[in-house]
T-cell receptor, first 113, second 112 residues
Framework: EPEVTQTPSHQVTQMGQEVILRCVPISNHLYFYWYRQILGQKVEFLVSFYNNEISEKSEIFDDQFSVERPDGSNFTLKIRSTKLEDSAMYFC???????????FGPGTRLLVL | EDQVTQSPEALRLQEGESSSLNCSYTVSGLRGLFWYRQDPGKGPEFLFTLYSAGEEKEKERLKATLTKKESFLHITAPKPEDSATYLCAVPLPSGSARQLTFGSGTQLTVLP
């Protein structure tokens, strides 16, 4: 069964450093998303991406965040200058052209020290 | 203002003891309600989508139902492997139907 994959599974970084989280969405899906979940809190929407551009973003997704689809299979989330409060699980998701059901990857646990 | 509220926060059941989890929502013009299962340290795993009041979906020991104000996830004769956090989510009323807002989840523990 096709699934969303994410790398790395864990990332530790120093405050102020840049990180790139990578995702490979399900192959025939056209909508891509990033969500985050701070430990013990709700899953929160960050951004959605379609046709090589951002379609929606939340207030959390400020100028330090960016997304990119550098090739036909990868979808990345870049955090330019990490802050302590960026520590969270980051989930990538994708959905197919016709449906609204989002399928999530296993997540990347980011720890900012 | 919470748009999705789940109850109870935690539920402990004995194996075989059926129960229901609740998800109430306040968005108008519902464009789908989604149930996910989340195991510790993992991503949400899709279970069901419901679109209209009266709709029901089933999968193994799970059945999801929807009314105009809430959804229930009924668990019949649960097993220890059903232990997980169950999340419900709805799209925001504005914008596309693709920006999901999640509830806090119900942490289910099924004891052998």
């Amino acid at each position: 069964e096709p699934e969303v994959t994410q790398t790395p599974s864990h990332q530790v970084t120093q405050m102020g450093q840049e990180v790139i989280l990578r995702c490979v969405p399900i192959s025939n899906h056209l909508y891509f998303y990033w969500y985050r979940q701070i430990l013990g809190q709700k899953v929160e929407f960050l951004v959605s991406f379609y046709n090589n551009e951002i379609s929606e973003k939340s207030e959390i997704f400020d100028d330090q965040f960016s997304v990119e689809r550098p090739d036909g299979s990868n979808f990345t989330l870049k955090i330019r200058s990490t802050k302590l409060e960026d520590s969270a699980m980051y989930f990538c998701a994708s959905s197919d052209p016709g449906g609204e059901t989002q399928y999530f990857g296993p997540g990347t646990r980011l720890l900012v020290l | 203002e919470d748009q999705v509220t789940q109850s109870p926060e935690a539920l402990r059941l004995q194996e075989g003891e059926s129960s229901s989890l609740n998800c109430s929502y306040t968005v108008s013009g519902l464009r789908g309600l989604f149930w996910y299962r989340q195991d510790p340290g993992k991503g949400p795993e899709f279970l069901f989508t419901l679109y209209s009041a009266g709709e029901e979906k089933e999968k193994e020991r799970l059945k999801a139902t929807l009314t105009k104000k809430e959804s229930f996830l009924h668990i019949t004769a649960p097993k220890p492997e059903d232990s997980a956090t169950y999340l419900c989510a709805v799209p925001l009323p504005s914008g596309s139907a693709r920006q999901l807002t999640f509830g806090s989840g119900t942490q289910l523990t099924v004891l052998p």
